[in-house]
């Protein structure tokens, strides 16, 4: 039996979770592929018995790079996935979307898993609610989750349907189902911050082309190139030793009290169904000390 798994991640949680799912699936069928998304183009997915497909939750959704990538899909009438997600707070309903976007395909997605993970965002403070995660008894679960994918898929190949267990929308929270068609790819331009790049302080180090996705970015470029296109993970900005990317923050700082609020009703409940449990105290979150500022002032030093 033949099996891949197709992760993109940017700062290590979905990765983790991807390797913990491989080695369930590798104890089953001995082995089993992992490819980052980037390098995924083109793959022949029709010879595989089971493919699995993971992201971070971005905006209660998968990446636009993630959804680029399923719609770039040929047809594979049949054939049997599982979907996977690392997120913060609140995961909106990421699996939900990746899977009716397979489904579009032709794709049986049989199952799907998900863990917290840490999150970093320029606007938002860190530590977070979610710092610590994911937690060693969640990815040990992922492990376990591989091997039922890979029992699942031969028995649900010679017919038993029962198995397949799509995601569904239990638990998401209807601010976190419209954010998923408000915080649209066409929407995101007309909200987010624009960035430039401070030439004085851009040290041409190439970081930022390297980290961005979607090659968005060429500082070679006159003038240079920036957020074209743009999947709004940041990582530009994040990565840039320097601070020289540079967007007004300060709309998105003020939403974070309010936005953190409704993370709060929704890590409370997953706390009450044993699905989530805090790492840090969340009254000591600090909204007057977000990412960016951090990310200066360490620089500075
Ligand atoms: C731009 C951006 C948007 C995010 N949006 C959400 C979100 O809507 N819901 C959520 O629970 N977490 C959100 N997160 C947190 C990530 O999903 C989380 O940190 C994830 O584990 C990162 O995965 P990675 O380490 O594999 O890159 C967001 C993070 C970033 C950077």
């Known amino acids: 039996m033949k099996a891949v798994i197709v992760v993109f991640s940017q700062t290590g949680n979905t990765l983790k979770l991807a390797e913990r799912i491989q080695e369930g699936i590798a104890a089953e069928w001995s082995e089993c592929e992992l490819v980052a998304l980037e390098k995924a183009d083109g793959m022949d997915f029709a010879s595989y018995d089971l493919v699995g497909l993971g992201c971070p939750s971005f905006y209660c959704k998968e990446p636009f790079n993630v959804t680029d990538f399923i719609e770039a899909l040929p047809r594979l009438d049949g054939k049997n996935w599982f979907v996977f997600a690392s997120h913060g707070c609140e995961m909106g309903p990421v699996l939900v979307s990746m899977a009716e976007k397979l489904a579009e395909k032709g794709v049986t997605v049989i199952g799907s898993t998900h863990v917290y993970g840490d999150a970093f965002l320029p606007f ?16 040990d679960q992922a492990c376990e989750f591989g091997k039922t994918m890979a029992k699942n898929s031969v028995a649900i190949a010679s017919g038993q349907k029962e198995l397949i267990d799509p995601p569904t929308l239990e638990h998401i929270p209807d601010w976190a189902q419209k954010d998923r068609v408000n915080l649209s790819r066409e929407i995101m331009p007309k909200i987010m911050p624009k960035f430039t790049i401070n030439q004085d302080e851009c040290i041409q180090c190439g970081l930022c082309e390297d980290q961005c996705p979607v090659d968005g970015i060429d500082i070679s470029a006159d003038p240079p190139k920036i957020q074209e296109p743009c999947i709004y993970c940041f990582m530009c900005a994040k990565s840039c030793p320097e601070c020289a990317i540079e967007a007004d923050w300060s709309g998105l700082v003020k939403m974070a009290p309010g936005n953190y609020a409704r ?18 105290d969340p009254d000591s979150i600090n909204f007057d000390d977000p990412m960016h500022v951090q990310q200066a002032r360490k620089k500075n030093s």
Do not use: C, I, N, W
């Open 124 to 139: 938002y403070p860190h530590p977070t609610y979610t710092t610590g995660h994911p937690l060693e008894k969640d990815l």
């Open 263 to 280: 993370y709060l009703v929704s890590l409370k409940a997953a706390e009450a169904r044993g699905d989530f449990q805090f790492m840090v």
